[in-house]
């Protein structure tokens, strides 16, 4: 069993910058990949990026590219979102997620485990 817990959401304005975490806890030997994804209302969930631990390989919907990263901190078991040039269409609800089976994907059937989510709103 693996647990996430996302942290760091909140309102911000058009422009401005938020840094996400999610720390896992118990079983974390078994995890390959963590990612962020996010929904917003009516909306389908979009995938945001991901880093398998294993090479410290990144990947990024194209949309995003330039304005967030991902990173990780293995020794904390926790990955990070930064970020930045915010726009009121980044606002939804970020989840983390991660896999453990050797895999890395931008398919959210793709992944075992899951947070609860966090908040994350942009005015402009």
């Known amino acids: 069993q693996v647990q996430l817990v996302e942290s760091g959401g909140g309102l911000v304005q058009a422009g401005g910058s938020l840094r996400l975490s999610c720390a896992a806890s118990?079983?974390?030997?078994?995890?390959?990949?963590m990612g962020w994804f996010r929904q917003a209302p009516g909306k389908e969930r979009e995938f945001v990026a991901v880093?398998?631990?294993?090479?410290?390989?990144?990947y990024y919907a194209d949309s995003l590219k330039g304005r967030f990263t991902i990173s990780g901190d293995a020794a904390k078991n926790t990955v990070y979102l930064q970020m930045n040039s915010l726009k009121p269409e980044d606002t939804a609800v970020y989840s983390c997620?991660?896999?453990?089976?050797?895999?890395?994907?931008?398919?959210?059937?793709?992944?075992?485990?899951w947070g609860q989510g966090t908040q994350v709103t942009v005015s402009s």
């Open positions: 118990g079983r974390t030997f078994s995890v390959y990949s």
């Open positions: 997620a991660a896999t453990g089976r050797g895999r890395s994907s931008p398919d959210s059937r793709s992944y075992d485990y």
């Open positions: 880093l398998a631990w294993r090479g410290s390989s990144t």
